[in-house]
């Protein structure tokens, strides 16, 4: 992508010039999936991602609770079916299982109030 001779910057620069456009008006950025990756890791969100992991595991570690997790979600028509792991190594995961876990928040919440195990978190608006 970016090579200096071959890569999609020398062609996008050499239309530019074909194209009477100044170089300093192109913006240029290299390696943005590397960029993200080392904005996850800047930005730990400890205080969510510990409630967040926390009830995920209890949800998902428990083959009952997972089942009953799963029947509760279908028994109300909820837009997805269950929620996702998060794993340190794979860091695009946060995203989405943060996403997910955000969209079943009032589900998760009816369901941990069921089990008796209330999430102070997900009724508190901030």
Known sequence: M????????????????????????L???RCVIHQQNLYSKSIRLQNVMNVVVKTINFIQ????????????????????DDVTYYCEARW?????????????????????QIKNKPLSELSDPK
């Open 2 to 25: 970016v090579g200096l001779r071959k890569g999609f910057i020398e062609i996008l620069n050499e239309k530019a010039t074909e194209l009477h456009v100044k170089k300093d008006d």
């Open 61 to 80: 570690s428990r083959g009952l609770n997972h089942r009953q997790f799963k029947a509760f979600l279908d028994d109300i028509s909820a837009k997805y």
């Open 92 to 112: 695009f995961s946060k995203g989405k299982m943060l996403k997910r876990f955000y969209e079943l928040k009032n589900e998760i919440a009816g369901f941990m």
């Open 27 to 29: 913006i240029v950025l």
